[in-house]
């Protein structure tokens, strides 16, 4: 009898040992960041239906990817998804939303890149695709190419069944008076959506969207479709979507600079991210980045005096933040 009672105390104390090591099992890693937009976004200018309305959305496209994520599915799949309500919503500039140019034109930009194969698609100039971060992945996924502009751009999306919208859809009163007032050169950097994000399997990746620069001359083309400026994602390093002065993080080739000062350099994000975007400020641009690497951390720094961002981890909490001081 005692024989089997010491038996029966091991087999307890075996079975609460294994118990506890499925208890202590880590969670799976995966987290997703998107930006809404940088510029001059002070909290004195914003009603509280305004800030509302955009953290509402703003949470609801966290939500969206981290639905994707929290299944299994792909950082691709989720970045996609998140953008897609900021594209079809006229809170932000990119879809619905976008800006008018200086000939009364909507005019946008996508792209996106797989962090896991340095695949990436992106679209310029197109006036007739409701969702250009879908177009973005199509060329990147049906073609050879990285990048499509103007109406070729507009007839690929149409050919792979994408949903076309005539020019109308894209106006918003708001953006329309916006052009029509001229405003100035600082109160124009609005809008530009992106994201980027870490999958269960390790995987990162990176897109944005953009209606360009109000007032912006037709054709101009800003760093949001340049893979590596205002796009750029590997799984080796991080991934990266901008938003601001386009020009000034064409020049410094902002998204890449921050991967390449990780890899060659063994920078952190945080101190990667924060160090180009001081040498966008040295240049005379103001923006910002969200940026995530493969071990889930990430960094969100911007120079302008308010970006829309916020991140959702594996824990299923959103965060929303607007103001400099967040």
Known sequence: ?????????????????????????????????????????????????????????????????????????TALDAVEAAIHIMEDSPLFNAGKGAVFTNAGTNELDAAIMNGANLKAGAVAGVKTVKNPITAA????????????????????????????VGPKYFYTERRWKAIQKRKSKEEEKYGTVGCVALDKQGNIAAGTSTGGMTNKRWGRVGDVP???????ANNETCAVSATGTGEYFIRAAVAHDISALMEYKRYSLIKASKKVIQKVGILGGSGGVICIDAKGNIAMPFNSKGMYRGYIKSDGKPVTLIYKND
Request: aromatic share 8%; charged share 25%; proline share 1%.
């Open 226 to 232: 340049i893979i590596g400026a205002g796009t750029y």
């Open 137 to 164: 992945r199509k060329v990147m996924e049906e073609t050879w190419h990285v990048l499509l502009a103007g109406e070729g751009a507009d007839k690929f999306a149409e050919e792979q069944g994408l949903e076309i």
């Open 1 to 73: 009898m005692k024989i089997f009672n010491n038996n029966l105390v091991a087999i307890i104390i075996l079975v609460l040992s294994i118990s506890q090591f499925i208890e202590a099992k880590p969670k799976e890693k995966f987290a997703l960041v998107i930006h809404g937009g940088a510029g001059t976004i002070l909290k004195k200018n914003m009603t509280a239906e305004k800030e509302a309305a955009y953290r509402a959305k703003l949470e609801e496209s966290l939500k969206v990817g981290y639905k994707i994520l929290s299944s299994g599915g």
